[in-house]
Nanobody
């Protein structure tokens, strides 16, 4: 399963961006979808995740500013990022988990998209 992420860029502090991540290939179902980020010199961290039943979880640092959603018909996850701060600057990665067949799970990562927030 291949993931393609879109939507990164340069934005001023307080601005907004919307990331998208679409899955392609052969699979039976996608269960969890998540967004992670990795800033220079730091470990990759979970930003937000959404289950197949649309249950969501967020890092404390983005609660109230970021919203994760999914469109199952398009096999796509979104991350709406509002009120961006310089500390949100990072490479953002999407991650989907699910099943290719009834007995073969998958855990796929997108290529990463750079978000830069200027102060």
């Amino acid at each position: 399963v291949q993931l393609q992420a879109f939507g990164g860029g340069l934005v001023h502090s307080g601005g907004s961006l919307r990331l998208s991540c679409a899955a392609a290939g052969s699979f039976l179902e996608i269960n969890g979808m998540g967004w992670y980020r990795q800033a220079p010199g730091k470990q990759r961290e979970l930003v937000a995740a959404i289950t197949s039943l649309s249950g969501t979880t967020y890092a404390d640092s983005v609660k109230g500013r970021f919203t994760i959603s999914r469109d199952n018909a398009k096999n796509t996850a979104y991350l709406q990022m509002n009120n961006l701060k310089p500390e949100d600057t990072a490479v953002y990665y999407c991650n989907f988990v699910g099943f290719e067949t009834t007995t073969r799970p998958f855990d796929s990562w997108g290529q990463g998209t750079l978000v830069t927030v200027s102060s």
